[in-house]
């Protein structure tokens, strides 16, 4: 049987869901609250924790970026 397609159907627009955007969005956000956090318990060298807060900075931006996709 041919798959039948409504003439008044609404064009399909690619895209994600909006689940799908904000369970991204509260992903990168918990991942880089995580890192920042974790980076200031750490009892490394002030290089690593410098690495863990920019990569902490980087998945919060990707987390605000992905809000507006």
């Not at 890192?35 to 919060?60: D, H, N, Y």
């Amino acid at each position: 049987m041919p798959l039948q397609l409504d003439p008044n159907a609404p064009p399909y627009k690619p895209g994600q869901c909006e689940t799908c955007r904000y369970v991204g969005v509260a992903t990168f956000g918990g991942v880089g609250s995580y890192m920042m956090w974790e980076a200031k318990l750490s009892k490394g060298p002030p290089v690593q924790k410098r690495i863990m807060t920019g990569a902490g900075i980087a998945f919060l931006t990707l987390g605000a970026v992905r809000w507006f996709m």
